[in-house]
């Protein structure tokens, strides 16, 4: 089974650019996370889609970010414009929530390393 | 008070010994617990889960939850070389996302 993947795995801009970052979750997981840790913090929540619906949106940091997940399958998280606080490791999971289970716990993907200068 | 905390490290432990880590987190509702490690510049990668209090054995990993307390700690046996990475506490609320803590760097000597 192929794990959650990221792309780019590393992308540097100037400030006031545009950066989209993708996760591909693992297949047949309907939970999508996006999570961010930026230098010197902790991992921090960032938002939760349920297929293709956004079910917790509560850490974006602002309306520079924008997260989609059309057809519910892969996502996408777009900053726009860019400042340097976005720098950071962008981390996308996904988790498959069946009934029986109580940990849906969450797979990592190997995140992307976002750089504004 | 942050809503996760962990024993700051670095927790340096020699080969064969039994390194003990410790979480505590504030939000009383959080329904599930999970131990990831993160190796240097890779992604958190998922070791154990807890969900009762008491203990969980898995391998070389115990996992202790004592939800009264808001205490959850993580016991590696055996510690090997291949053990040393950061590890990360990350309680799951009724809301599904993970509030992680800053993690303990754990180094394991031969």
């Known amino acids: 089974e192929a794990g959650v993947t990221q792309f780019p795995s590393h992308s540097v801009i100037e400030k006031g650019q545009t950066v989209t970052l993708r996760c591909d979750p693992i297949s047949g997981h309907d939970n999508l996370y996006w999570y961010r840790r930026v230098m010197g913090k902790e991992i921090k929540f960032l938002l939760h889609f349920v297929k293709e619906s956004k079910q917790d949106e509560s850490g974006m940091p602002n309306n520079r970010f924008l997260a989609e997940r059309t057809g519910g399958t892969y996502s996408t998280l777009k900053v726009q414009p860019a400042e340097l606080e976005d720098s950071g490791v962008y981390f996308c999971?996904?988790?498959?929530?069946?009934?029986?289970?109580?940990?849906?716990?969450?797979?990592f993907g190997p995140g992307t390393r976002l750089t504004v200068t | 008070q942050k809503e996760v905390e962990q024993n700051s490290g670095p927790l340096s432990v020699p080969e064969g010994a039994i390194a003990s880590l410790n979480c505590t987190y504030s939000d009383r509702g959080s329904q599930s617990f999970f131990w990831y490690r993160q190796y240097s510049g890779k992604s958190p990668e998922l070791i154990m889960f807890?969900?009762?209090?008491g203990d969980k054995e898995d391998g070389r990993f115990t996992a202790q939850l004592n939800k009264a307390s808001q205490y959850v700690s993580l016991l590696i046996r055996d510690s090997q070389p291949s053990d040393s990475a950061t590890y990360l506490c990350a309680p799951r609320g009724s809301n599904y996302k993970l509030t992680f803590g800053k993690g303990t760097l754990l180094t394991v000597n031969p």
């Open positions: 807890i969900y009762s209090n």
């Open positions: 999971a996904s988790s498959r929530h069946t009934s029986g289970t109580k940990y849906y716990e969450q797979y």
